[in-house]
């Protein structure tokens, strides 16, 4: 059966397929057996590519959707950089089930011509019915397209998945706009964010695809307070403020430190936990000891166990700068937290303040701690922010995700074979009246 039958075939049984995701039970078997990668190194239905190191969100999006086709009979594989940090997310993608592969090819550092080499190479090699690259970055890199031009590569799925800093030169949005049509059946934007800057660089409207980034809805809103309270030694009346995220720049944790100082005495019982790892935690370590609160500012590291925290959170908080489309922030809100943010891009999308969360400005470091001490002195603001913020998870669940990306992929194939079709029937015909002329 060909790819486009496969998942023609599993989008027929709706929400009877084998997962149970954001509340959607299973009442069928998969397709085929979730083992099931045969075939040589680079056979599968498809290969999904990942310019990433293994830790952020963009890894985890690709594990979700991985795991899911697999889940659905469709054989996997997830292609990353051969860095020191993609070890670990390799094993987890082994123990989920789908097909990985390190490989050198993938962003080493090396010369222009390097680079270029490289592309060509994994361009070269890598052989799916579906190949779908994920990139921290506006664009697909410039190396990938030039080889993709060389060897007249088939066309792919793209999706941009990061933040994102300055927009591209004139030349740079017009060199891109130009490659899209030749190389991507669809461009794959995770927000409104990403696709109006799309559409300002000149990709048509028509290769474009909104989808969410999603999470497993019940995962996150399963957690259990008591183990993560328990292994921090904090009793159940300690208020907990949680941090669950990369520890890095756009994630402004200092700030997070900040704020927590300005209502620490007004709360002795509160502690600040910061779930996850990054190039600030030894910065962050240190403000929090300059502000005489190492005592209660906790580092409990990356874990896969984030569920856990969520559940015994009082308060979330995410200082942010700016985000794509936050998995961080669905994931709290599946688990029902109070939430504390920022009104920044990408948050702006489903955040709502008073609604399903407070926000304030970037970098307003007063008005958080103001936000803080409201949701840890006023339960029923507190309680009305949870049961919205659970309701608002539910739109953007995994399951809500999977079926998008398989209907993309499904239209962009029927597409190309009513395409060739087309051209072949043009063809004969003009053969036809050649020979009668």
């Given at each position: 059966m060909s790819i486009t039958g496969k998942i023609i075939k599993i989008l027929s049984l709706g929400t009877g397929v084998l997962l149970r995701l954001g509340g959607q039970k299973s009442t069928r078997e998969p397709v085929l057996p979730p083992s099931s990668q045969a075939g040589s190194d680079n056979a599968g239905d498809i290969l999904l590519v990942g310019f990433v190191g293994g830790t952020g969100g963009i890894s985890v999006?690709?594990?979700?959707?991985?795991?899911?086709?697999?889940?659905?009979?469709?054989?996997?594989?997830?292609?990353?950089?051969?860095?020191?940090?993609?070890?670990?997310?390799?094993?987890?993608?082994?123990?989920?089930?789908?097909?990985?592969e390190?490989?050198?090819?993938?962003?080493?550092?090396?010369?222009?011509?390097?680079?270029?080499?490289?592309?060509?190479?994994?361009?070269?090699?890598?052989?799916?019915?579906?190949?779908?690259?994920?990139?921290?970055?506006?664009?697909?890199?410039?190396?990938?397209?030039?080889?993709?031009?060389?060897?007249?590569?088939?066309?792919?799925?793209?999706?941009?998945?990061?933040?994102?800093?300055?927009?591209?030169?004139?030349?740079?949005?017009?060199?891109?706009?130009?490659?899209?049509?030749?190389?991507?059946?669809?461009?794959?934007?995770?927000?409104?964010?990403?696709?109006?800057?799309?559409?300002?660089?000149?990709?048509?409207?028509?290769?474009?695809?909104?989808?969410?980034?999603?999470?497993?809805?019940?995962?996150?809103?399963?957690?259990?307070?008591?183990v993560a309270r328990q292994e921090l030694g904090a009793p159940d009346r300690a208020r907990l403020i949680v941090f669950s995220a990369r520890i890095e720049p756009q994630k402004r944790p200092l700030d997070g430190v900040r704020a927590f100082r300005q209502i620490a005495d007004e709360f002795p019982d509160a502690q600040l936990v910061f779930v996850g790892a990054g190039s600030l935690e030894v910065q962050t370590r240190t403000e929090a000891e300059q502000a005489g609160l190492s005592a209660r500012v906790y580092f409990v590291g990356h874990r896969d166990d984030v569920p856990n925290w969520l559940a015994a959170a009082n308060v979330w908080l995410l200082p942010t700068e700016t985000e794509g489309f936050s998995l961080a922030v669905i994931e709290a809100m599946a688990a029902g937290c109070s939430i504390v943010s920022t009104q920044c891009p990408g948050n702006d999308e489903i955040l709502v303040h008073e609604e399903n969360s407070l926000v304030v400005a970037v970098g307003d470091v007063g008005a958080m701690a103001q936000a803080l001490r409201r949701l840890l002195s006023d339960p029923g603001l507190s309680s009305k922010l949870r049961?919205?913020?659970?309701?608002?998870?539910?739109?953007?669940?995994?399951?809500?995700?999977?079926?998008?990306?398989?209907?993309?992929?499904?239209?962009?194939?029927?597409?190309?074979?009513?395409?060739?079709?087309?051209?072949?029937?043009?063809?004969?015909?003009?053969?036809?009246s050649t020979e009668k002329g």
């Amino acid at each position: 059966m060909s790819i486009t039958g496969k998942i023609i075939k599993i989008l027929s049984l709706g929400t009877g397929v084998l997962l149970r995701l954001g509340g959607q039970k299973s009442t069928r078997e998969p397709v085929l057996p979730p083992s099931s990668q045969a075939g040589s190194d680079n056979a599968g239905d498809i290969l999904l590519v990942g310019f990433v190191g293994g830790t952020g969100g963009i890894s985890v999006m690709m594990l979700e959707l991985g795991a899911c086709l697999v889940s659905r009979g469709l054989r996997v594989r997830i292609v990353v950089p051969s860095w020191e940090t993609t070890i670990d997310y390799a094993e987890r993608c082994r123990q989920r089930g789908v097909g990985v592969e390190r490989t050198p090819l993938l962003f080493e550092r090396t010369s222009r011509l390097g680079q270029l080499v490289n592309a060509l190479r994994f361009v070269g090699r890598y052989r799916a019915a579906i190949i779908h690259y994920h990139a921290n970055g506006d664009v697909l890199h410039h190396s990938f397209l030039y080889a993709m031009d060389l060897l007249h590569a088939p066309p792919s799925f793209f999706t941009p998945q990061g933040t994102f800093d300055e927009p591209l030169s004139q030349l740079s949005a017009t060199h891109w706009a130009s490659a899209v049509p030749r190389h991507f059946k669809q461009v794959i934007c995770i927000s409104r964010r990403v696709l109006r800057r799309q559409l300002g660089y000149g990709v048509s409207k028509e290769r474009l695809r909104l989808i969410y980034n999603g999470v497993n809805v019940d995962r996150f809103a399963s957690g259990d307070a008591r183990v993560a309270r328990q292994e921090l030694g904090a009793p159940d009346r300690a208020r907990l403020i949680v941090f669950s995220a990369r520890i890095e720049p756009q994630k402004r944790p200092l700030d997070g430190v900040r704020a927590f100082r300005q209502i620490a005495d007004e709360f002795p019982d509160a502690q600040l936990v910061f779930v996850g790892a990054g190039s600030l935690e030894v910065q962050t370590r240190t403000e929090a000891e300059q502000a005489g609160l190492s005592a209660r500012v906790y580092f409990v590291g990356h874990r896969d166990d984030v569920p856990n925290w969520l559940a015994a959170a009082n308060v979330w908080l995410l200082p942010t700068e700016t985000e794509g489309f936050s998995l961080a922030v669905i994931e709290a809100m599946a688990a029902g937290c109070s939430i504390v943010s920022t009104q920044c891009p990408g948050n702006d999308e489903i955040l709502v303040h008073e609604e399903n969360s407070l926000v304030v400005a970037v970098g307003d470091v007063g008005a958080m701690a103001q936000a803080l001490r409201r949701l840890l002195s006023d339960p029923g603001l507190s309680s009305k922010l949870r049961g919205n913020a659970r309701e608002t998870a539910r739109r953007y669940s995994l399951y809500h995700m999977v079926e998008a990306h398989l209907a993309c992929y499904t239209d962009a194939q029927v597409d190309a074979s009513e395409s060739n079709a087309a051209a072949n029937t043009h063809a004969t015909r003009s053969f036809d009246s050649t020979e009668k002329g």
